[in-house]
Structure formats: structure tokens, C-alpha cells
């Protein structure tokens, strides 16, 4: 989902969602709509989907790129920026 992390759960029945920078917290789909909406995105039903575990870690990549950059950090930033083309280029 956009801005967050969650990890499904997919057993019996409707799957079940969970928020583990969130406390854990449990989540329907109507509460995963609610977060995308809250963060001013419109809901789309393919944020549910499973994410492929390269595109998790450029995800995170692109989360510490920013917050070195806001640090003023360049050095962390441009090593993190190689570290991405690598994940990106397969």
C-alpha cells in the first residue's frame, strides 16, 4: 500500500492483514482503504496484492534515501542510490 506496510495473512476465509510498525495491529480490507485514504490516496484493491520481495527492498531503499538526504547525509544517500540501481537492473 502506499506510504505503509502490511503483511497478509491468507488462511481460511477473507485474508486478514497486518500492520507490524503498527503494533501488530489487525486489519479488514475496509481498514486498509480507510489507512490509503487518511494518507490522501485513492484505494485501489491491487494494494493488496503480494508484493515481490525486490520491490519491498527498493521500497525500503527509497524510504532511507530520503531520510539521509532530509540529514543532510549525501555520502549514506549516494551509496544507498548505487545500492538501488543494483536492485533495480535485476
Given at each position: 500500500m502506499p506510504g505503509h506496510f502490511i503483511v497478509m495473512h491468507a488462511g481460511p476465509g477473507e485474508p486478514v492483514y497486518l500492520e507490524p510498525f503498527g503494533g501488530g495491529r489487525i486489519l479488514g480490507e475496509a481498514d486498509c482503504a480507510a489507512v490509503v485514504k487518511e494518507m490522501g490516496y485513492h484505494f485501489d484493491r491491487r494494494f493488496l496484492r503480494e508484493t515481490p520481495a525486490r520491490r519491498i527492498?527498493?521500497?525500503?531503499?527509497?524510504n532511507l534515501i530520503g531520510i539521509f538526504r532530509r540529514e543532510g547525509d549525501e555520502e549514506r544517500s549516494r551509496q544507498l542510490l548505487r545500492y538501488r540501481e543494483i536492485v533495480q537492473s535485476g
Amino acid at each position: 500500500m502506499p506510504g505503509h506496510f502490511i503483511v497478509m495473512h491468507a488462511g481460511p476465509g477473507e485474508p486478514v492483514y497486518l500492520e507490524p510498525f503498527g503494533g501488530g495491529r489487525i486489519l479488514g480490507e475496509a481498514d486498509c482503504a480507510a489507512v490509503v485514504k487518511e494518507m490522501g490516496y485513492h484505494f485501489d484493491r491491487r494494494f493488496l496484492r503480494e508484493t515481490p520481495a525486490r520491490r519491498i527492498l527498493e521500497r525500503m531503499l527509497n524510504n532511507l534515501i530520503g531520510i539521509f538526504r532530509r540529514e543532510g547525509d549525501e555520502e549514506r544517500s549516494r551509496q544507498l542510490l548505487r545500492y538501488r540501481e543494483i536492485v533495480q537492473s535485476g
